[in-house]
Protein backbone atom coordinates (compact mmCIF):
# COMPACT_ATOMS: atom_id res chain seq x y z
CA UNK A 1 0.00 0.00 0.00
CA UNK A 2 2.70 2.58 0.73
CA UNK A 3 4.86 1.28 -2.94
CA UNK A 4 1.83 2.31 -4.24
CA UNK A 5 1.06 5.74 -2.26
CA UNK A 6 4.58 6.18 -2.95
CA UNK A 7 4.41 5.37 -6.66
CA UNK A 8 1.68 7.53 -7.33
CA UNK A 9 3.00 10.12 -5.35
CA UNK A 10 6.29 10.51 -7.73
CA UNK A 11 3.70 10.42 -10.75
CA UNK A 12 1.67 13.45 -9.44
CA UNK A 13 5.19 15.25 -8.89
CA UNK A 14 6.07 14.82 -12.29
CA UNK A 15 3.06 15.88 -13.57
CA UNK A 16 3.67 18.77 -11.62
CA UNK A 17 6.86 19.23 -13.05
CA UNK A 18 5.74 19.05 -16.44
CA UNK A 19 3.27 21.40 -15.85
CA UNK A 20 5.80 23.90 -14.46
CA UNK A 21 7.97 23.58 -17.64
CA UNK A 22 7.75 26.03 -20.28
CA UNK A 23 6.22 25.40 -23.51
CA UNK A 24 9.60 27.48 -25.26
CA UNK A 25 12.48 27.42 -24.22
CA UNK A 26 15.67 30.04 -25.50
CA UNK A 27 18.54 28.18 -23.91
CA UNK A 28 22.07 30.53 -24.21
CA UNK A 29 21.00 31.42 -28.28
CA UNK A 30 23.63 33.32 -30.68
CA UNK A 31 23.56 34.16 -34.40
CA UNK A 32 26.36 35.85 -35.81
CA UNK A 33 26.59 37.53 -39.29
CA UNK A 34 30.04 37.52 -40.27
CA UNK A 35 32.03 39.69 -37.54
CA UNK A 36 28.40 41.10 -36.88
CA UNK A 37 27.01 39.31 -33.56
CA UNK A 38 23.26 39.99 -33.86
CA UNK A 39 21.98 37.93 -31.38
CA UNK A 40 24.15 37.05 -28.05
CA UNK A 41 23.59 34.62 -25.80
CA UNK A 42 19.63 35.16 -25.20
CA UNK A 43 18.44 32.84 -23.09
CA UNK A 44 14.48 33.08 -22.18
CA UNK A 45 11.41 30.55 -21.34
CA UNK A 46 7.81 31.21 -22.62
CA UNK A 47 4.99 29.71 -21.40
CA UNK A 48 2.19 27.90 -22.72
CA UNK A 49 -0.77 30.26 -23.26
CA UNK A 50 1.49 33.72 -23.15
CA UNK A 51 0.84 36.59 -24.94
CA UNK A 52 4.99 37.95 -25.04
CA UNK A 53 6.46 40.58 -26.80
CA UNK A 54 10.05 41.37 -27.67
CA UNK A 55 10.66 44.55 -27.82
CA UNK A 56 13.95 46.75 -28.54
CA UNK A 57 15.28 49.45 -30.92
CA UNK A 58 16.20 48.79 -34.66
CA UNK A 59 19.04 46.47 -34.67
CA UNK A 60 18.62 44.75 -31.33
CA UNK A 61 18.41 41.31 -32.68
CA UNK A 62 14.43 40.93 -32.06
CA UNK A 63 13.83 39.83 -35.61
CA UNK A 64 16.31 37.99 -36.48
CA UNK A 65 15.44 35.78 -32.22
CA UNK A 66 11.89 35.68 -34.23
CA UNK A 67 13.20 33.91 -37.27
CA UNK A 68 15.64 31.50 -35.18
CA UNK A 69 12.47 30.45 -34.08
CA UNK A 70 10.41 29.77 -36.89
CA UNK A 71 13.61 28.15 -38.64
CA UNK A 72 14.35 30.68 -41.22
CA UNK A 73 17.62 30.85 -39.49
CA UNK A 74 19.70 28.54 -37.26
CA UNK A 75 21.44 29.83 -34.11
CA UNK A 76 25.41 29.13 -34.24
CA UNK A 77 25.37 28.47 -30.60
CA UNK A 78 22.47 27.15 -28.05
CA UNK A 79 19.49 25.55 -28.21
CA UNK A 80 15.63 26.05 -28.77
CA UNK A 81 13.16 23.85 -27.25
CA UNK A 82 9.91 23.09 -27.95
CA UNK A 83 8.02 20.90 -25.32
CA UNK A 84 11.21 19.80 -24.50
CA UNK A 85 12.73 18.66 -28.11
CA UNK A 86 15.50 20.57 -29.54
CA UNK A 87 14.32 22.34 -32.96
CA UNK A 88 16.87 24.80 -33.53
CA UNK A 89 18.16 22.85 -36.60
CA UNK A 90 14.68 21.55 -37.86
CA UNK A 91 13.33 22.99 -41.00
CA UNK A 92 10.54 25.66 -40.92
CA UNK A 93 7.85 23.13 -42.26
CA UNK A 94 9.17 20.58 -39.71
CA UNK A 95 8.29 22.39 -36.65
CA UNK A 96 4.53 23.39 -35.12
CA UNK A 97 5.40 26.92 -35.40
CA UNK A 98 3.99 29.41 -37.61
CA UNK A 99 4.79 32.79 -38.51
CA UNK A 100 3.10 35.90 -39.64
CA UNK A 101 5.34 38.11 -41.93
CA UNK A 102 4.77 42.20 -41.16
CA UNK A 103 4.26 42.83 -44.57
CA UNK A 104 1.63 39.86 -44.97
CA UNK A 105 3.54 37.70 -47.99
CA UNK A 106 -0.08 36.90 -49.51
CA UNK A 107 -0.19 35.30 -52.74
CA UNK A 108 -1.36 38.05 -55.16
CA UNK A 109 -2.89 36.00 -57.57
CA UNK A 110 -5.04 33.88 -55.08
CA UNK A 111 -7.83 34.22 -53.46
CA UNK A 112 -8.76 35.16 -49.69
CA UNK A 113 -9.85 31.00 -49.44
CA UNK A 114 -6.69 29.70 -51.31
CA UNK A 115 -4.55 31.70 -49.52
CA UNK A 116 -5.72 30.74 -46.01
CA UNK A 117 -6.09 27.09 -47.39
CA UNK A 118 -2.51 26.63 -49.47
CA UNK A 119 -0.62 25.66 -46.17
CA UNK A 120 -3.36 22.82 -45.54
CA UNK A 121 -2.84 21.74 -49.05
CA UNK A 122 1.02 21.30 -49.07
CA UNK A 123 0.28 19.11 -46.10
CA UNK A 124 -1.93 16.83 -47.47
CA UNK A 125 -5.08 17.75 -45.76
CA UNK A 126 -7.88 16.41 -47.75
CA UNK A 127 -10.04 19.01 -49.48
CA UNK A 128 -13.77 18.63 -47.60
CA UNK A 129 -10.82 19.12 -44.34
CA UNK A 130 -9.73 21.96 -45.90
CA UNK A 131 -12.95 23.29 -46.62
CA UNK A 132 -14.04 23.11 -43.22
CA UNK A 133 -10.71 24.13 -41.59
CA UNK A 134 -10.80 27.29 -43.70
CA UNK A 135 -14.47 28.45 -43.08
CA UNK A 136 -14.00 28.07 -39.38
CA UNK A 137 -10.61 30.73 -39.92
CA UNK A 138 -12.81 32.84 -42.05
CA UNK A 139 -15.42 33.32 -38.95
CA UNK A 140 -12.64 33.57 -36.57
CA UNK A 141 -11.12 36.56 -38.26
CA UNK A 142 -14.68 37.96 -39.78
CA UNK A 143 -13.83 37.92 -43.50
CA UNK A 144 -17.47 35.72 -44.18
CA UNK A 145 -18.29 36.68 -47.99
CA UNK A 146 -14.95 38.14 -48.92
CA UNK A 147 -13.43 34.47 -49.74
CA UNK A 148 -13.19 34.88 -53.70
CA UNK A 149 -11.63 38.45 -53.40
CA UNK A 150 -7.58 38.98 -54.41
CA UNK A 151 -5.94 40.57 -52.19
CA UNK A 152 -5.73 43.84 -54.44
CA UNK A 153 -8.94 44.22 -53.55
CA UNK A 154 -9.08 43.99 -49.82
CA UNK A 155 -8.34 47.40 -47.54
CA UNK A 156 -5.08 46.54 -45.29
CA UNK A 157 -6.63 45.55 -42.31
CA UNK A 158 -8.61 42.95 -44.64
CA UNK A 159 -5.50 41.34 -45.74
CA UNK A 160 -3.67 41.54 -42.41
CA UNK A 161 -6.66 39.20 -41.33
CA UNK A 162 -6.10 36.82 -43.93
CA UNK A 163 -2.60 36.84 -43.14
CA UNK A 164 -3.85 35.93 -39.42
CA UNK A 165 -5.89 33.15 -40.47
CA UNK A 166 -3.38 31.69 -43.21
CA UNK A 167 -0.99 31.60 -39.98
CA UNK A 168 -3.74 30.20 -37.95
CA UNK A 169 -5.03 27.46 -40.62
CA UNK A 170 -2.85 24.86 -39.42
CA UNK A 171 -3.42 25.20 -35.95
CA UNK A 172 0.65 25.88 -34.55
CA UNK A 173 1.73 25.23 -30.83
CA UNK A 174 3.53 28.61 -31.04
CA UNK A 175 2.01 31.72 -33.52
CA UNK A 176 5.00 34.55 -34.26
CA UNK A 177 4.33 37.89 -35.30
CA UNK A 178 6.60 39.86 -36.55
CA UNK A 179 5.27 43.76 -36.20
CA UNK A 180 1.84 42.49 -37.37
CA UNK A 181 -0.01 45.61 -37.04
CA UNK A 182 2.86 48.00 -37.93
CA UNK A 183 1.26 48.99 -41.77
CA UNK A 184 -2.33 50.05 -39.97
CA UNK A 185 -3.93 53.65 -38.85
CA UNK A 186 -3.67 54.34 -35.38
CA UNK A 187 -7.53 53.77 -35.17
CA UNK A 188 -7.29 50.10 -36.80
CA UNK A 189 -4.38 49.13 -34.92
CA UNK A 190 -5.93 49.87 -32.02
CA UNK A 191 -8.95 47.93 -32.48
CA UNK A 192 -6.90 45.06 -34.15
CA UNK A 193 -4.79 44.94 -30.71
CA UNK A 194 -8.01 44.29 -29.01
CA UNK A 195 -9.06 41.35 -31.50
CA UNK A 196 -5.80 39.70 -31.55
CA UNK A 197 -5.82 39.18 -27.76
CA UNK A 198 -9.40 38.37 -27.50
CA UNK A 199 -8.21 35.43 -30.24
CA UNK A 200 -5.36 34.61 -27.99
CA UNK A 201 -7.53 34.40 -25.29
CA UNK A 202 -9.84 32.16 -26.99
CA UNK A 203 -7.55 29.81 -28.59
CA UNK A 204 -5.21 29.54 -25.73
CA UNK A 205 -1.96 29.44 -28.11
CA UNK A 206 1.14 31.04 -27.41
CA UNK A 207 1.76 34.36 -29.20
CA UNK A 208 5.18 35.63 -29.27
CA UNK A 209 5.21 39.37 -31.28
CA UNK A 210 7.97 41.31 -32.50
CA UNK A 211 7.24 45.39 -32.11
CA UNK A 212 9.36 48.55 -32.06
CA UNK A 213 6.05 50.32 -30.64
CA UNK A 214 6.14 50.23 -26.87
CA UNK A 215 2.75 51.17 -26.59
CA UNK A 216 1.54 47.94 -28.30
CA UNK A 217 3.94 45.66 -26.55
CA UNK A 218 2.18 47.05 -23.14
CA UNK A 219 -1.42 46.76 -24.39
CA UNK A 220 -1.40 43.31 -25.55
CA UNK A 221 1.56 41.17 -23.64
CA UNK A 222 1.41 39.35 -20.43
CA UNK A 223 4.93 39.70 -20.40
CA UNK A 224 7.49 41.75 -22.52
CA UNK A 225 10.95 40.94 -23.27
CA UNK A 226 13.40 44.01 -23.69
CA UNK A 227 16.52 43.68 -26.30
CA UNK A 228 19.41 45.85 -26.83
CA UNK A 229 22.35 45.36 -29.02
CA UNK A 230 21.71 41.47 -29.07
CA UNK A 231 21.32 40.90 -25.90
CA UNK A 232 18.11 40.18 -23.32
CA UNK A 233 18.25 43.21 -20.87
CA UNK A 234 14.99 42.33 -18.70
CA UNK A 235 11.58 40.50 -19.22
CA UNK A 236 8.88 41.48 -17.12
CA UNK A 237 5.09 42.26 -17.33
CA UNK A 238 4.43 45.66 -18.03
CA UNK A 239 3.80 47.21 -14.88
CA UNK A 240 6.93 46.07 -13.79
CA UNK A 241 8.84 47.03 -16.52
CA UNK A 242 7.72 51.05 -16.45
CA UNK A 243 7.39 51.08 -13.11
CA UNK A 244 10.90 49.35 -11.97
CA UNK A 245 13.16 49.20 -15.09
CA UNK A 246 16.31 47.55 -14.37
CA UNK A 247 19.09 50.40 -15.90
CA UNK A 248 19.25 53.73 -16.75
CA UNK A 249 19.15 52.41 -20.55
CA UNK A 250 15.83 50.71 -19.87
CA UNK A 251 14.61 53.79 -18.03
CA UNK A 252 15.16 55.77 -20.74
CA UNK A 253 13.59 53.07 -23.53
CA UNK A 254 10.45 52.74 -22.41
CA UNK A 255 8.56 55.82 -22.10
CA UNK A 256 9.11 59.28 -21.39
CA UNK A 257 11.16 59.97 -18.47
CA UNK A 258 12.90 62.66 -16.14
CA UNK A 259 16.56 61.93 -15.04
CA UNK A 260 18.33 63.98 -12.65
CA UNK A 261 22.15 62.93 -12.20
CA UNK A 262 24.22 63.05 -9.14
CA UNK A 263 26.09 62.05 -5.97
CA UNK A 264 24.93 60.00 -3.15
CA UNK A 265 24.96 62.24 0.15
CA UNK A 266 23.64 60.38 3.05
CA UNK A 267 20.37 58.22 4.24
CA UNK A 268 17.50 59.85 6.23
CA UNK A 269 15.56 56.63 7.43
CA UNK A 270 14.40 54.58 4.50
CA UNK A 271 15.01 57.59 1.89
CA UNK A 272 18.39 58.64 0.14
CA UNK A 273 19.63 61.59 0.21
CA UNK A 274 20.79 62.94 -3.46
CA UNK A 275 22.98 66.37 -4.76
CA UNK A 276 21.99 66.83 -8.31
CA UNK A 277 23.36 68.94 -10.73
CA UNK A 278 20.09 70.15 -12.66
CA UNK A 279 17.35 69.81 -9.85
CA UNK A 280 19.62 70.70 -6.58
CA UNK A 281 19.15 68.25 -3.75
CA UNK A 282 16.10 65.29 -4.12
CA UNK A 283 15.01 62.33 -1.43
CA UNK A 284 14.11 59.24 -2.78
CA UNK A 285 12.58 56.09 -0.91
CA UNK A 286 15.43 53.29 -1.80
CA UNK A 287 16.15 50.34 0.52
CA UNK A 288 20.20 50.15 -0.64
CA UNK A 289 22.85 52.26 0.82
CA UNK A 290 25.05 53.25 -1.84
CA UNK A 291 28.48 54.14 -0.49
CA UNK A 292 29.17 57.31 0.00
CA UNK A 293 29.77 59.50 -3.25
CA UNK A 294 28.32 57.02 -5.75
CA UNK A 295 26.92 58.33 -8.86
CA UNK A 296 23.27 57.73 -9.20
CA UNK A 297 20.63 58.84 -10.98
CA UNK A 298 17.24 59.71 -9.88
CA UNK A 299 14.25 59.03 -12.55
CA UNK A 300 10.60 59.68 -12.16
CA UNK A 301 7.78 59.56 -15.03
CA UNK A 302 6.59 62.60 -16.14
CA UNK A 303 2.74 61.60 -14.75
CA UNK A 304 3.92 61.61 -11.05
CA UNK A 305 5.30 64.99 -11.05
CA UNK A 306 2.73 67.75 -10.05
CA UNK A 307 2.74 71.12 -10.98
CA UNK A 308 0.90 73.71 -8.65
CA UNK A 309 1.17 77.59 -8.39
CA UNK A 310 2.45 77.63 -5.24
CA UNK A 311 4.01 75.82 -3.17
CA UNK A 312 2.28 72.84 -1.31
CA UNK A 313 2.39 72.32 1.93
CA UNK A 314 2.28 68.66 3.87
CA UNK A 315 4.73 65.62 4.99
CA UNK A 316 5.11 64.13 1.57
CA UNK A 317 4.64 67.06 -0.79
CA UNK A 318 6.99 69.29 0.50
CA UNK A 319 10.04 67.29 0.19
CA UNK A 320 10.91 67.53 -3.44
CA UNK A 321 9.79 71.09 -4.75
CA UNK A 322 11.43 72.39 -7.50
CA UNK A 323 10.51 75.87 -8.86
CA UNK A 324 10.13 77.09 -12.76
CA UNK A 325 8.51 78.28 -15.41
CA UNK A 326 6.08 76.81 -17.77
CA UNK A 327 8.44 76.44 -21.04
CA UNK A 328 6.45 74.28 -23.42
CA UNK A 329 2.97 72.92 -23.91
CA UNK A 330 1.69 69.58 -25.72
CA UNK A 331 -1.99 69.39 -25.57
CA UNK A 332 -2.63 65.10 -26.46
CA UNK A 333 -6.34 65.49 -25.34
CA UNK A 334 -6.56 63.34 -23.09
CA UNK A 335 -3.67 64.78 -21.24
CA UNK A 336 -1.03 67.56 -21.31
CA UNK A 337 2.11 67.37 -21.05
CA UNK A 338 4.00 70.65 -19.62
CA UNK A 339 8.01 71.10 -19.69
CA UNK A 340 9.40 73.50 -16.60
CA UNK A 341 12.51 75.22 -17.48
CA UNK A 342 13.53 75.16 -13.57
CA UNK A 343 15.58 77.89 -11.80
CA UNK A 344 18.34 75.37 -10.88
CA UNK A 345 19.19 74.83 -14.82
CA UNK A 346 17.35 72.05 -15.29
CA UNK A 347 13.99 70.55 -17.27
CA UNK A 348 11.32 68.36 -15.88
CA UNK A 349 8.10 67.39 -17.94
CA UNK A 350 4.84 66.77 -16.11
CA UNK A 351 1.71 65.11 -17.75
CA UNK A 352 -1.78 66.22 -16.48
CA UNK A 353 -4.65 64.27 -17.19
CA UNK A 354 -7.50 66.45 -18.95
CA UNK A 355 -9.92 65.55 -16.32
CA UNK A 356 -12.70 69.01 -17.48
CA UNK A 357 -13.69 69.62 -21.08
CA UNK A 358 -12.19 73.16 -20.85
CA UNK A 359 -10.08 73.71 -18.61
CA UNK A 360 -10.07 77.93 -17.78
CA UNK A 361 -7.43 76.86 -15.01
CA UNK A 362 -4.93 75.10 -17.21
CA UNK A 363 -1.33 76.41 -17.49
CA UNK A 364 0.49 78.78 -19.24
CA UNK A 365 3.61 79.57 -21.56
CA UNK A 366 6.39 81.31 -19.06
CA UNK A 367 3.97 81.16 -16.12
CA UNK A 368 5.56 80.63 -13.03
CA UNK A 369 5.02 76.88 -11.02
CA UNK A 370 6.33 74.74 -8.82
CA UNK A 371 6.67 70.89 -9.85
CA UNK A 372 6.83 68.36 -6.61
CA UNK A 373 6.97 64.64 -6.54
CA UNK A 374 7.26 62.51 -3.48
CA UNK A 375 10.04 60.01 -2.37
CA UNK A 376 8.13 57.11 -3.05
CA UNK A 377 7.31 58.95 -6.80
CA UNK A 378 11.37 58.52 -7.28
CA UNK A 379 13.61 55.26 -8.74
CA UNK A 380 17.35 55.33 -8.31
CA UNK A 381 19.14 53.65 -10.97
CA UNK A 382 23.12 53.46 -10.97
CA UNK A 383 24.73 55.91 -14.25
Given amino acids: MADERHGLEEAAGAVNA ?3 QPLLRIDGVVKNFGAFRAVDGVSLDIRAGEFFALLGPSGCGKTTLL ?69 EMVALVKLAGLEKRKPDQLSGGQRQRVALAR ?24 STQAELMELQRRLGMTFV ?19 NAGKLV ?25 LFDGEFKLRDGHRLVIATGDAGT ?54 TT ?13 SVTNSARLDVDAYSLNQQVVAWFTPDDCLVLDQ
Fill in 67 to 135: RMLAGFEAPDEGRILLAGADIAQALPHERPINMMFQNYALFPHLSVYDNIAFGLRRAGMARADIATRVA
Fill in 209 to 227: IVTHDQEEAMTMADRIGVM
Fill in 338 to 350: YKVKLDTGGMVQS
Fill in 167 to 190: SLARRPQVLLLDEPLAALDKKLRE
Fill in 234 to 258: QVAPPRELYEAPRSRWIAEFVGDIN
Fill in 18 to 20: AAK
Fill in 282 to 335: LVAAEPREPIAGAKLSVAIRPEKVKLSRRAPVGERSAINQLDGVIADICYLGGA
